[in-house]
């Protein structure tokens, strides 16, 4: 098991950039494939984005490719989502989580999350 604590959520205009960060806690971080997703109000839970235990391998939601970055210091037990050319439509809570398996885009698949933080994107 992994504890997970997000930041760096916060109110951009469009067209701005946030970096949100994962500390984890435990040795074992870097045996952990990780992922963040987000949540919309009303909506559900969706996949954003996923990167391997060390970092080799990344996989994108098609609606963030090319704006969104994943990437992990394993040595800073932190994972990190750089987000650029933000839309409103980017509004929601952020999400990072633990799998054992890279890749996986379901919410079931991942056995710890954190407690999100909040992004908001005005027009």
């Known amino acids: 098991q992994v504890q997970l604590v997000e930041s760096g959520g916060g109110l951009v205009q469009a067209g701005g950039s946030l970096r949100l960060s994962c500390a984890a806690s435990?040795?074992?971080?870097?045996?952990?494939?990780m992922g963040w997703f987000r949540q919309a109000p009303g909506k559900e839970r969706e996949f954003v984005a996923a990167?391997?235990?060390?970092?080799?391998?990344?996989h994108y939601a098609d609606s963030v490719k090319g704006r969104f970055t994943i990437s992990r210091d394993n040595a800073k037990n932190t994972v990190y989502l750089q987000m650029n050319s933000l839309k409103p439509e980017d509004t929601a809570v952020y999400y990072c989580?633990?799998?054992?398996?890279?890749?996986?885009?379901?919410?079931?698949?991942?056995?710890?999350w954190g407690q999100g933080t909040q992004v908001t994107v005005s027009s």
């Open positions: 989580a633990a799998t054992q398996v890279f890749g996986l885009v379901t919410t079931v698949a991942y056995d710890d």
């Open positions: 435990g040795r074992t971080f870097s045996s952990y494939a």
């Open positions: 990167i391997s235990w060390s970092g080799g391998s990344t």
